[in-house]
């Protein structure tokens, strides 16, 4: 399957050069665009597919930087896959992102290198049978629809939309915290009182070690591979994430969380807190150090997660909204989240 699939990227009037043959130009390019999504770098890449390889099924990565005029103008994550005997198109997991362009190129190339990779996609599907596929587009910093939304609708995609709540880092510190939700302030300095806040930014595994076990205490199961494990420390030592957590009296870790980052926007990746203090300001704390160190690290916007409503379609959980609400608490703005659905002929 993956050999006819390299065959119809040959095909597709695109030149491009696979992430896996040269992640070094990945790099150089993405560091060209005007805002780049954790999602898109190489960490959440590597990540994303190691998660998915550790639950089952055959994944290939097809990653590609497409070059056209002989130089480097986009990135676009993509993945083929069967799992459970089915095919899927995907971004290592995600749904299938568009590509994201340098910050010079031509509206017109852009609207061409779109049209082809939809049409790329498309075709993908249904060679290897995939009946229904998505597509997300988040924040980018960008005025009104993209290429690949209008060629997406154009095709007969179906459009709906979800919420998601940022932190607008711009501003100094006493700026940004003017929006947190006003009782939060009294509980972040109360939970500044109960513990100690702790920053880890280097390959410590005695500390790493430690989170892992608070995860799998709150879990009550092992949920991913060692592998992913690792490779998130990895990230942390090289400084493209790092993990805020609280101690007690007794220097036993309490709860922490694991942030993301580009040159332009962290992530709020994975949480564990002793479930014993849920009825204490812990997570308030976290999230408050994690904003400060984006700021130090000079990063623009702060993606805290997904804003689901319970008006939403597929309604979401009590809890769901629950920790949502949590999130909401912190954030400057609300975007649109546009989820494309492609039904395939």
Same mark, same amino acid.
């Given at each position: 399957? /993956? ?16 992430? *896996?043959? $040269?992640?070094?130009?990945?790099? $150089?390019?993405a560091?060209? +665009?005007p805002?780049?999504? +954790? ?6 890449i ?6 998915q ?12 930087v =497409?070059t ?11 993945? &083929?896959? +069967? ?18 362009f @340098?910050? #010079? *190129?031509?509206a017109?190339?852009?609207k061409?290198?779109? !049209?082809?990779?939809f049409e790329l ?5 249904a060679?290897?049978?995939v009946?229904?596929? *998505?597509?997300n587009?988040?924040?980018?910093q960008?005025?009104g629809?993209?290429?690949w939304h209008?060629e997406?609708?154009?095709?007969g ?9 940022? +932190?607008d ?8 915290k003017?929006?947190f939700? !006003? ?13 100690t806040? !702790?920053?880890? #930014?280097?390959d410590?595994k005695? /500390? ?9 205490? @709150?879990?009550?199961?092992k ?6 494990? #690792?490779?998130?420390?990895?990230? =942390? ?11 007690? $009296?007794? $220097? ?36 408050h ?6 700021k130090?690290?000079? &990063?623009?916007w702060?993606? &805290? ?13 009590? !809890?769901? @909204?629950?920790?949502?609400?949590f999130?909401?608490g ?7 989240l ?6 395939? #002929?």
């Amino acid at each position: 399957m /993956i050999d006819s699939v390299k065959v119809m990227l040959d095909n597709s009037g695109m030149e491009f050069t696979y992430r *896996c043959d $040269d992640r070094m130009l990945w790099s $150089d390019t993405a560091r060209q +665009v005007p805002y780049l999504p +954790v999602v898109y770098s190489h960490e959440s890449i590597d990540y994303q597919f190691c998660y998915q390889v550790g639950h089952g099924g055959e994944w290939h990565d097809m990653s590609i930087v =497409i070059t056209w005029s002989n130089k480097p103008v986009a990135i676009w994550p993509l993945s &083929v896959a +069967v799992k459970d005997g089915r095919p899927k198109i995907d971004s290592q997991g995600l749904p299938l992102l568009p590509p994201l362009f @340098v910050a #010079d *190129c031509p509206a017109t190339s852009r609207k061409k290198i779109s !049209k082809l990779c939809f049409e790329l996609a498309k075709n993908i599907a249904a060679h290897v049978g995939v009946d229904s596929w *998505c597509s997300n587009e988040s924040f980018i910093q960008e005025w009104g629809m993209s290429d690949w939304h209008v060629e997406a609708m154009q095709h007969g995609a179906g459009s709906s939309m979800q919420h998601e709540v940022y +932190v607008d880092l711009s501003p100094d510190l006493s700026g940004i915290k003017a929006h947190f939700r !006003k009782r939060y302030k009294s509980l972040i300095n109360t939970g500044l009182r109960m513990w100690t806040v !702790k920053l880890l #930014d280097s390959d410590d595994k005695k /500390i790493w070690q430690q989170f892992r076990d608070l995860h799998f205490m @709150v879990a009550g199961r092992k949920t991913r591979s060692d592998e992913s494990w #690792d490779i998130q420390l990895e990230h =942390i030592a090289n400084k493209s994430a790092f993990l805020i957590y609280l101690t007690d $009296d007794k $220097d036993t870790m309490v709860g922490g969380g694991l942030f993301y980052q580009t040159k332009d926007e962290g992530l709020y990746a994975v949480g564990a807190y002793d479930r014993s203090l849920f009825d204490k300001p812990i997570g308030h704390v976290v999230q408050h150090r994690a904003i400060e160190e984006f700021k130090k690290r000079g &990063v623009r916007w702060y993606k &805290v997660g997904l804003r689901p409503y319970a008006t939403d379609t597929p309604q979401p959980t009590e !809890k769901e @909204v629950s920790i949502a609400e949590f999130k909401h608490g912190f954030a400057s703005h609300v975007f649109p989240l546009y989820k494309l659905h492609f039904e395939q #002929d």
